[in-house]
């Protein structure tokens, strides 16, 4: 991971937590060990690497959201065509 943050000029990367066997597992691994560096009343944001496209106006209303509500989820409609198969054909 250091050697990809160097070659792409990521200068802000601090620390690497090991994932764990689920998502819920590598958020609480992340979270653990922030609470070494975060202060209790700090906003934490959590972004999903399968969907690396989300857009600045996004991440700006979820931090918004939270400061609200003490917590926020961002959810958009699907985009893409969803299929559904039969495992043989359609």
Known sequence: MRSYAKKFGITKLTR???GGETSLKSIQAGIQELK???APDD???IHDGNRPL?????ISDVI???KV?????AAVPCADEVMVTDGVGM
């Open 16 to 18: 690497i937590v090991n």
């Open 43 to 45: 906003t934490i944001l």
């Open 64 to 66: 918004a959201q939270s």
């Open 36 to 38: 070494e560096y975060c």
């Open 69 to 73: 509500y003490d917590s926020a989820v």
């Open 54 to 58: 989300v857009i600045a106006d996004i």
